[in-house]
T-cell receptor, first 112, second 110 residues
Framework: DTAVSQTPKYLVTQMGNDKSIKCEQN?????MYWYKQDSKKFLKIMFS???????INETVPNRFSPKSPDKAHLNLHINSLELGDSAVYFC???????????FGSGTRLTVV | GENVEQHPSTLSVQEGDSAVIKCTYS??????FPWYKQELGKRPQLIID?????GEKKDQRIAVTLNKTAKHFSLHITETQPEDSAVYFC?????????FGTGTSLTVIP
């Protein structure tokens, strides 16, 4: 069983569209994250979220919004997609008080 | 916030040689330092980590050292093999939030 799963794996869409990426973890972790990895391979945190607190990286445009229906899911909604949003987006999870992240397999988003 | 710098950005070594990747961090409150390996098209995976109360940790051919005073830590890979070729990321963690370095693309030449 995949510990952290993301869907879709690939997403190609036109500028201006709104899209969502889903993430689910079955590890019982209480904190989930979204990272963006650009073409230069930089991994930048976008959001971290547990049932107590949402921490937003202030450099993330407000077109991006996380939605968590429960502690096992953290979805990423993106409005009005732009060319610069093209990247690989990784979901990750961890357990507070324990060390280490588990990453999902990534979603390659291409905006055309 | 925390700032993690990683060097070099690219590294090529002959098979069997050693590889060293270095990282520095800015926030002395960081207390956990994992290293991730990302193969082409795959997710980053944890290969080794070290906590702030430890100076060195070794796992077979890989080792990590930490100098808290100087705020730097390093990854050492000995007897490199072609399958070690990947992008390696260091990270510094505060309150379970990770700040990643910019990555090192390691190529092991057979």
């Amino acid at each position: 069983d995949t510990a952290v799963s993301q869907t879709p794996k690939y997403l190609v869409t036109q500028m201006g569209n709104d899209k969502s990426i889903k993430c689910e973890q079955n590890l019982g972790h209480d904190t989930m994250y979204w990272y963006k990895q650009d073409s230069k391979k930089f991994l930048k945190i976008m959001f971290s979220y547990n049932n107590k607190e949402l921490i937003i990286n202030e450099t993330v445009p407000n077109r991006f919004s996380p939605k968590s229906p429960d502690k096992a899911h953290l979805n990423l909604h993106i409005n009005s997609l732009e060319l610069g949003d093209s990247a690989v987006y990784f979901c990750a999870s961890s357990q507070e008080g324990r060390y280490g992240y588990t990453f999902g397999s990534g979603t390659r988003l291409t905006v055309v | 916030g925390e700032n993690v710098e990683q060097h070099p950005s690219t590294l090529s070594v002959q098979e069997g040689d050693s590889a060293v990747i270095k990282c520095t961090y800015s926030d002395s409150a960081s207390n956990y330092f994992p290293w991730y390996k990302q193969e082409l098209g795959k997710r980053p995976q944890l290969i080794i980590d070290i906590r702030s109360n430890v100076g060195e940790k070794k796992d077979q051919r890989i080792a990590v050292t930490l100098n808290k005073t100087a705020k730097h830590f390093s990854l050492h890979i000995t007897e490199t093999q072609p399958e070690d070729s990947a992008v390696y990321f260091c990270a510094a963690s505060i309150s379970n939030q990770f700040y990643f370095g910019t990555g090192t693309s390691l190529t092991v030449i057979p």
